[in-house]
């Protein structure tokens, strides 16, 4: 029961391919994410591969969450009488 419990919990490290698939999003792009500071990770072996820790990604999450509320603030929804967006 116990490895259960263990196969079921999250792993602490993701690959880059792991966040990528997590934010449905490419690994080239997640990669940049990485390279620019926006998601902390580190490198590690002598092939020097990349890792995001779960809590950094979700803290990533929650962040993106945070940007785009205030982004949806400054920046409102209108439609025109077509039906269209305006900005």
């Given at each position: 029961?116990?490895?259960?419990?263990?196969?079921?919990?999250?792993?602490?490290?993701?690959?880059?391919?792991?966040?990528?698939?997590?934010?449905?999003?490419?690994?080239?792009?997640?990669?940049a994410?990485?390279?620019?500071?926006?998601?902390?990770?580190?490198?590690?072996?002598?092939?020097?591969?990349?890792?995001?820790?779960?809590?950094?990604?979700?803290?990533?999450?929650?962040?993106?969450?945070?940007?785009?509320?205030?982004?949806?603030?400054?920046?409102?929804?209108?439609?025109?009488?077509?039906?269209?967006?305006?900005?």
């Amino acid at each position: 029961m116990e490895d259960m419990d263990h196969q079921d919990a999250q792993p602490r490290f993701l690959t880059l391919s792991d966040v990528a698939e997590i934010l449905n999003t490419s690994g080239a792009q997640v990669y940049a994410l990485v390279r620019r500071g926006d998601l902390p990770a580190i490198k590690i072996g002598g092939r020097g591969q990349w890792r995001v820790e779960s809590s950094e990604l979700e803290t990533y999450i929650e962040r993106m969450y945070a940007e785009t509320k205030t982004f949806v603030k400054q920046h409102p929804y209108v439609e025109s009488e077509t039906g269209t967006e305006v900005n």
